[in-house]
């Protein structure tokens, strides 16, 4: 959208996962509901409306839903104002590996948003603010992370953790009922779509453009609520049309309390030729799990999010692994792990590791946890075991039995964004089960030219553990 530089948009939208926790919000197989023809949490179910600068709405649309999702659960109030600074700093600037962004500006992916809360979980506001408007807006000095008034904030390390954020769903295939499903169970869904003065009507406060395949999605925020009878001829025609079809979803956006007639909030067309298309700009996902931060010592391999995307050839089961070094009298709490996978059944187990490699006999594995996933997501599942794990090196194993048993997010969210993160991977951590016996998780990649190299990765497969005399 080109408004003013105040308002400028991001350049790059996408998503990662998704997932689910029922002791948190309670999810399951969605089922055949009945919705109201309205839904409006105002003013007590949604947090303040916010105004962006740079091209920062990638992270405020999904803390926007994050904040809506703990209002939902009952963990905060509409006062809850989590950092969204939090997330810029955590994106920019890895010079080891990770995110990449140089400049407020550069945009973002979802999926950035993502990662930072399955990895940190949320942090507050008013521990580490927003960095809005520096003092002289024509200096573009402070664009750029680390330069002019845009310094990192000097309680970055010491400001607490809130909440852990334990499961969000992702939708690879939007609809209004998959969307108000998710809306009325977790209270937001972040989405993106294309947005413009041209699309934007402004005595209404109605956006809608159709599909172009030549302008991508440019902006994202988060639905918080639908009016199956908003007018269609409350949005602009555009090439002499307008939507085919009343309804709207109502936007909570990120451009100030002054944009548009309802004090910042929008409506985006049930019509929206961008709502329903997943695409690289576009990945829809929704919150899931979350809890007040909980303190138990974590064991992850992928620092910066689950982007490694890993598919076996053949349909069916596919086993995963990963070695940590565990410590002293610890028991395993919860394990987590990111797949693409619907209606996927899983399987985690405890392994022992012979030689830095898990044990490929199952009879010496202990069951932590089974279940069944309806949705693409990332997960969060309870153990069952009460007991202390060996300590020193050993094996979490997740077995996944679907049609297309993946572990980590689509590699193609990422394809055009490559540049802006670079893998760090932890040699000897990750293992498939192949024929007969764990391999390491490396594959032949056609580099530049003629270019082969073998690829190393880390899979989204995490840990989490806490003293075994805890009472």
Not at 397 to 405: D, F
Request: net charge negative; glycine share 10%; hydrophobic share 35%.
């Amino acid at each position: 959208m080109e408004r003013n530089r105040k308002h400028s948009l991001h350049k790059k939208t996408a998503l990662l996962l998704a997932g689910l926790m029922t002791a948190a919000f309670g999810m399951g197989a969605a089922a055949e509901q009945t919705y109201p023809e309205s839904f409006d949490p105002r003013p007590d179910g949604v947090s303040a409306i916010r105004e962006q600068y740079w091209g920062t709405c990638w992270d405020l649309g999904g803390i926007a839903t994050l904040e809506t999702s703990l209002i939902k659960a009952g963990l905060a109030d509409s006062s809850i104002e989590l950092s969204a600074e939090d997330v810029l700093w955590w994106s920019n600037q890895n010079t080891e590996g990770g995110w990449t962004n140089q400049r407020r500006d550069d945009g973002g992916y979802a999926a950035m948003t993502a990662g930072y809360m399955e990895t940190v979980g949320a942090r507050s506001g008013a521990d580490i603010p927003y960095f809005g408007e520096p003092s002289d807006p024509e200096d573009d000095v402070s664009n750029f992370y680390g330069e002019g008034e845009n310094t990192r904030p000097e309680n970055y390390d010491t400001a607490p953790v809130l909440y852990d954020v334990t499961d969000i769903v992702f939708l690879e295939e939007g609809s209004i009922e998959a969307l108000k499903d998710l809306i009325t169970k977790y209270g937001a869904v972040t989405v993106s779509y294309r947005d413009g003065k041209d699309v934007f009507r402004e005595d209404t406060g109605a956006a809608w453009a159709p599909y172009d395949a030549e302008k991508p999605a440019n902006h994202t925020v988060s639905l918080v609520g639908w009016d199956d009878n908003f007018p269609k001829e409350n949005f602009v025609e555009i090439d002499g049309k307008l939507p085919e079809q009343n309804g709207a979803w109502l936007v909570k956006n990120s451009y100030g309390t002054e944009y548009g007639p309802e004090g910042g909030f929008i409506h985006l067309s049930y019509g929206d030729g961008y709502m329903m298309k997943p695409e690289e700009y576009n990945y829809i996902y929704a919150v899931a799990g979350a809890r007040e931060a909980a303190g138990y010592k974590r064991y992850i391999h992928d620092q910066f999010g689950p982007v490694t995307f890993w598919e076996p050839e053949n349909a069916g089961s596919n086993t995963y692994a990963a070695v940590y070094e565990f410590g002293a009298d610890e028991r395993l709490t919860e394990v987590s792990f990111a797949t693409m996978a619907q209606n996927a059944q899983y399987e985690i187990y405890y392994a022992p590791v012979e030689d830095g490699v898990p044990s490929a006999d199952a009879s010496g594995w202990r069951l932590l946890a089974e279940g069944e996933k309806q949705y693409a997501g990332y997960y969060t599942e309870k153990t069952a075991s009460e007991e202390a794990i060996p300590e020193g090196k050993g094996a979490i194993i997740l077995k996944l039995t679907a049609e297309h048993p993946s572990i980590g997010t689509d590699e193609n969210l990422l394809q055009m964004g490559r540049p802006m993160f670079n893998a760090i991977v932890d040699e000897n951590s990750s293992f498939i089960l192949k024929d007969g016996s764990f391999a390491p998780s490396e594959r032949e990649k056609q580099g530049v030219g003629d270019i082969v190299y073998t690829e190393k990765v880390d899979f989204c497969l995490r840990a989490a553990t806490e003293p075994v005399n805890q009472e």
